[in-house]
């Protein structure tokens, strides 16, 4: 299981101590996160989902097939009620082991970069990023958090009724990434930038490419990051607070824009 090394930083804070954070990880997560999420919504389409918990089967149910993921992995709940999110090692309903696995490990990746919202079994939600009120703002903080540790960037979250968001990480071949499309990157990133909660710019962007198969290189004072890949080439400009000012890019036409 792929999780967060110091390699991952990007290179203006190479060589410097770094104390990680929770808003570290969402930046490290949000793009390549976003891209993961849109090609779900083409596999499924219109969808059902049914889980069962014991029998540990999780399966998107189309009008003419159900694809059944090949493993999931429960991480927890966020609740109207409390206004908290309890992660699925702290669930006292003992659901298998193999289900809460991956959160445990979360558990211990916050004791030791100490973050609380990772080692602590309840979260409120007004002590994550934005003090969501909902359920599902809140839990999708702790999903992309979850998904820049495990390297596990496909998630499903879902109504367990009364207001309750019950969140998964899944996995299925068919929910693995296609080669980067030039078209499809832009997308990801001008959505993340205009939707996405993020606090460093650079950190994120050069992540996504890095993670994403893309060049990317930072110009001496790391004012601009060049982008390239297959018929793409970007070169996105920060403004004095580390902001993307503005994006120039050029696609290819055999791969359309």
Not at 35 to 61: C, I, K, M, Y
Not at 62 to 74: A, Y
Request: glycine share 8%; aromatic share 8%.
């Amino acid at each position: 299981m792929a999780k967060w090394t110091p390699s991952a930083k990007i290179p203006y804070s190479a060589g410097v101590p770094e104390t990680l954070t929770l808003t570290n990880l969402l930046d490290d997560a949000a793009m390549i996160s976003i891209e993961h999420q849109l090609h779900l919504a083409d596999v499924v389409g219109d969808h059902n989902w049914n889980v069962d918990l014991r029998q540990q089967r999780f399966t998107f149910d189309k009008e003419d097939h159900s694809i059944t993921c090949s493993r999931f992995h429960l991480l927890g709940s966020a609740a109207p009620g409390p206004g908290s999110w309890l992660w699925a090692w702290a669930n006292p309903s003992g659901f298998p082991d193999e289900l809460t696995a991956l959160s445990a490990t979360l558990r211990d990746f916050g004791q030791r970069y100490n973050i609380a919202e990772l080692a602590s079994a309840e979260v409120p939600f007004d002590t994550l990023p934005g003090s969501p009120a909902e359920p599902h703002h809140a839990a999708s903080i702790l999903i992309e958090a979850a998904k820049a540790v495990t390297g596990q960037w496909t998630s499903y979250s879902g109504d367990a009724g009364g207001g309750t968001r019950v969140a998964f990480l899944v996995e299925h071949p068919a929910f693995r990434l296609p080669p980067p499309e030039p078209a499809r990157v832009m997308r990801v990133i001008q959505q993340a930038l205009t939707d996405m909660w993020l606090t460093d710019h650079r950190r994120a962007l050069h992540g996504y490419a890095v993670r994403r198969g893309l060049g990317a290189t930072f110009n001496a004072d790391h004012t601009k990051l060049a982008l390239t890949g297959p018929g793409f080439e970007a070169t996105a400009a920060f403004d004095e607070l580390g902001r993307v000012a503005d994006i120039n890019a050029t696609l290819s036409s055999t791969h359309g824009a």
